[in-house]
């Protein structure tokens, strides 16, 4: 799979070297399991079609970049695990267009001009929610419209778990709680971060998600094996050690994987049992 970061500089020469292509947008942060019909909704109309699939995204988040850095998102994942999973779901190129003001200026039109059609793009889907454009004032329901008749479109309904939508914003709540095994399934898979290991301590790296404070039952992967084991979450500290520290002589300076399970035990909990 092709990552390519488009920006204002490099536009036009992405778009001449662009193919035929079914494209999914949207900022899929998650890739959950909304995220996933959207994708492969996309996929099925590809193939159909015999054209590339393509997925779309961008980078920083609206809030941040419109708030001028005064409001910032909580991601779930960087890029490069994002690109990650995009690419398991057989996903040909995908394109993170750098989030501007200026980007966020462009008519609902020049959007669709400058980024779908001079893309060779002949399908686009999206979840219900999308939009695009000046205050997001294109949904998918007019993308048909704004390409001048010529990129069809399918839009895709929202996906439920115990009656409620899922969204990015609803597993980062559950994380948030502690509530990680809630969580397989929303996400289609079990919450996955990655860290690095220092004097003793793990610290997820940037744009991953710490869950609250307490004991978990995880899976700690560093590139040769894997162990299950428990870790102690303290997000004040914005820290993570084992409960039994035989496992830092295995990993100790490595970035491992850290897939979570469950919460066993509250913060009060551990603090009691440490003393």
């Known amino acids: 799979m092709e990552i390519i970061h488009l920006n204002e500089e490099n536009l036009e020469s992405w778009q001449d070297r662009s193919r035929r292509n079914v494209i999914a947008l949207g900022f899929f942060d998650g890739v959950h399991k909304g995220h996933q019909k959207v994708i492969g909704t996309a996929k099925g109309v590809a193939e159909e079609a015999d054209v590339a699939l393509d997925v779309m995204s961008f980078f920083p988040h609206p809030k941040t970049v419109l708030s001028n850095g005064k409001q910032q998102v909580d991601y779930l994942m960087p890029l490069e695990e994002k690109a990650r999973i995009l690419e398991s779901l057989g996903v040909d190129r995908f394109y993170i267009v750098k989030f501007t003001k200026a980007f966020a200026s462009l008519s609902p039109e020049d959007y669709v001009s400058q980024y779908l059609s001079n893309f060779d793009t002949v399908h686009a889907v999206a979840g219900y929610d999308f939009s695009y454009g000046f205050k997001g004032t294109g949904t998918i329901d007019r993308l048909y419209a704004d390409s001048g008749f010529r990129i069809t479109t399918s839009k895709v309904e929202k ?58 039952d995880v899976v700690i992967d560093n590139g040769t094996s894997r162990y299950r084991t428990q870790i102690y979450v303290d997000s004040a500290q914005q820290r993570i050690t084992f409960t039994k520290n035989c496992l830092m002589d295995h990993i100790n300076q490595k970035e491992i994987a850290i897939t979570w399970e469950r919460r066993v035990a509250s913060h009060s909990f551990y603090q009691l049992v440490a003393q």
């Open 159 to 216: 996906v439920e778990h115990a009656g409620e939508k899922i969204s990015s914003t609803r597993i980062r709540a559950a994380i948030l709680e502690g509530k990680v095994s809630e969580l397989y399934q929303m996400l289609g898979r079990r919450y996955r971060t990655c860290a690095e290991c220092s004097d003793g301590y793990l610290s997820l790296k940037a744009y991953y998600m710490l869950p609250q404070d307490g004991i978990y």
